[in-house]
């Protein structure tokens, strides 16, 4: 009787649970429900700030692509560029190209006849339309004596008001551009002598303080050098390091420490590397300073410890069955480790360091510390001269003044999430192709 009664009790409380646990599923999925609602909603908002940044990247960068030219009828004039007949190189070089241009715009505008006017006449043209000239004269001497229609550059007032970047309908006191020069540029639009064309200068020169004449190719060949130089160094050491701390190193206190210290320095900010640069390879090595030497060099201790965590957990990533086979048929710990082993981790230690690098080529903190802020004109041809970077140009320029810079430092930045995404995808291809599941 007693064991009937404690069945039935039993019976009764597995009832009341059950009950209970019916009637609270519905408000356990309901939190589940709003768990996922909340993740998605997330998950929107980051994509939705994502393509408003892009958005406005995008639409401030494709105007850069283009820039403002002026057809000028230009008449070589031998009595200005060579009065002395001689024709050769230096004498092309030296001439008074300003003076050319100043005829041909006069000649546009014979009206002009006040010499504030003039100035703003001439104005028009970039700064950098005489060495155009000059380059366009070198190319072609046999122009010599004749008149030629050339286009050149216009100043980036101009290029942003053609670019409708400048609004016309502000008072003249708001705007760099009067109305009588807004006149000039629409009869010379009218006239077909303004047209926007793909700006190779971009692509093809150096920095300069007008934005019309400035151009990333001497950031791209100094973050080339300095890539360069961190790859050749990284890449071995970090490979090296990661087999040896994971295949062979003893496991005692020094292999903790040394851990440890790897793991910590994965986590400094990067403008340490920088100060450490500026203290040892500038001040007491005495390389020299803002050469995409020294900045590989501090680009090399900053992704070291990326490159030998990842390339530890591709290691660690092989199941422990291929060493013992390789073991068990008479190989060394050296042939099962090179043999066996590593080509079965290179893939994952191939994407380590592949973000390691993608990481490199977008800091600037590091280096704006050992001087690659500087303003290079000229692009490097070399590890030891002069020069900056893409991120630290696009901090350059995002601190002028000028309104052309605003469009060119966002297409710079595209330039750099371009380099950065291929770096990126090329890391991930590797991974998905090579990659063997175990």
């Known amino acids: ?33 709003r768990f996922k609602a909340y993740g998605l909603i997330c998950i929107v908002a980051g994509l939705g700030f994502l393509v408003i940044l892009f958005g406005n990247i995008i639409s401030h960068a494709w105007s850069a692509f283009e820039q403002t030219y002026i057809a000028l009828d230009v008449t070589f004039d031998e009595s200005i560029i060579d009065p002395e007949g001689r024709h050769d190189l230096e004498t092309l070089t030296t001439a008074d190209y300003p003076a050319l241009l100043k005829k041909s715009m006069s000649a546009l505008f014979p009206e002009v006849k006040e010499r504030q006017q003039k100035r703003s ?26 008149t030629e229609r050339v286009w050149l550059p216009v100043d980036d007032d101009v290029d942003m008001l053609v670019k409708s970047q400048i609004d016309r309908t502000v008072g ?5 551009l009067k109305d009588f020069q807004i006149a000039w540029i629409d009869k010379l639009i009218a006239d077909g002598r303004l047209e926007k064309r793909f700006n190779k200068q971009f ?16 950031a791209l060949m100094g973050s080339l050098f300095t890539l360069l130089v961190t790859a050749v160094l990284s890449l071995p050491v970090g490979v090296a390091s990661a087999i040896y701390l994971e295949e062979f190193a003893p496991s005692n206190r020094w292999t903790d420490i040394i851990e440890v210290n790897i793991n910590n320095l994965a986590a400094v900010p990067s403008i340490v590397f920088g100060l450490l640069g500026l203290a040892v390879f500038i ?3 005495g390389l020299p300073r803002s050469s995409p030497l020294v900045g590989g060099l501090v680009l090399t201790l900053m992704t070291l410890p990326v490159i030998i965590i990842a390339g530890r957990s591709a290691l660690k990533s092989v199941p422990p069955s291929i060493r013992e086979a390789a073991l ?9 480790v090179f043999h066996h082993v590593l ?10 360091a592949i973000i390691g690098m993608a990481r490199a080529l977008g800091e600037s903190a590091p280096l704006l510390m050992i001087g690659m802020v500087a303003f290079i004109v000229d692009v490097p041809g070399s590890l030891t001269e002069p020069s900056t970077v893409l991120p630290v140009q696009i901090y350059l320029w995002a601190d002028s003044s000028e309104r052309g810079f605003v469009e060119r430092t966002s297409a710079a930045i595209l330039v750099l999430l371009a380099f950065l995404i291929t770096m990126n995808g090329l890391a991930i291809y590797l991974r998905k192709r090579y990659e063997r599941r175990w």
């Open 328 to 336: 068990g048929i008479g190989a060394s710990q050296m042939q099962t």
């Open 172 to 176: 003249e006191a708001d705007r760099r």
């Open 283 to 285: 001040n007491f090595f």
């Open 121 to 146: 006449l001439n104005g028009i043209l970039s700064s950098g339309a005489p060495y155009e000239l000059q380059r366009f004269l070198q190319q072609h001497p046999a122009l010599l004596g004749k």
């Open 343 to 352: 080509p079965l981790a290179m893939p994952g230690m191939l994407t380590g």
């Open 1 to 33: 009787m007693s064991n009937q009664k404690e069945d039935s009790k039993y019976s009764n409380q597995g009832i009341r649970t059950h009950q209970l646990v019916k009637a609270g599923l519905p408000r356990r999925r309901a939190k589940e429900n």
């Open 203 to 218: 692509f093809a020169s150096g920095d300069s303080r007008e934005p019309e004449l400035a151009g990333i190719r001497g």
